[in-house]
């Protein structure tokens, strides 16, 4: 078992009225070492972290050698996810459901301040903000919001 997060891409493209896009293919980040809670590897950045940028160049671990398929590697659309996890029997389309809600539940928590942003604005007319969301499921398969990123990287 490899620690994973998914990155979702979400648009507000008016605030008043609130009007949100989930762009429904983000991505799948996978840390490229196995995870393991034994203190000694608590420095191992790989094991605990899946940012792309710290783990493309340990891809060696994570592929079993020659025997890459469409699912090896650290970094997967979530359309690959799905697919893998419709095929290990999981209902996907239940997981996206939840996460769709607590995007709204997240979005709605920062409403507040985002109005308050929008009314320093001269114009409405052409404003949008572009935020990532990362997300984690539990062992449940409970999604739950690690952090908002409000300049996310788009890789």
């Not at 891409?9 to 983000?26: A, E, K, N, Q, R």
């Not at 893998?84 to 459901?97: E, K, P, R």
């Not at 949008?128 to 908002?148: F, R, T």
Request: proline residues 3%; aromatic residues 10%.
């Amino acid at each position: 078992g490899h620690k994973f997060d998914m990155r979702l891409y979400v648009l507000v493209t008016s605030v008043d009225p609130l009007m949100v896009y989930i762009y429904g293919d983000g991505l799948a980040r996978f840390a490229t070492e196995p995870y393991s809670t034994d203190s000694l590897d608590i420095r191992n950045n790989c094991i605990h972290l899946t940012n792309a940028t710290i783990n493309k160049e340990n891809n060696e671990s994570y592929l079993d050698g020659d025997q890459e398929d469409a699912f090896s590697g650290f970094l997967w659309t979530l359309s690959m996810l799905k697919e893998y996890l419709n095929m290990a029997g999981v209902d996907w389309d239940n997981i996206w459901s939840q996460i769709q809600d607590i995007v709204r539940k997240t979005i709605i928590l920062g409403y507040r301040s985002m109005r308050m942003e929008g009314e320093e604005l001269k114009s409405s007319y052409n404003c949008y903000k572009l935020l990532g969301l990362d997300i984690m499921l539990d062992s449940n398969l409970k999604p739950w919001v690690l952090e908002v990123n409000t300049d996310p990287r788009l890789c």
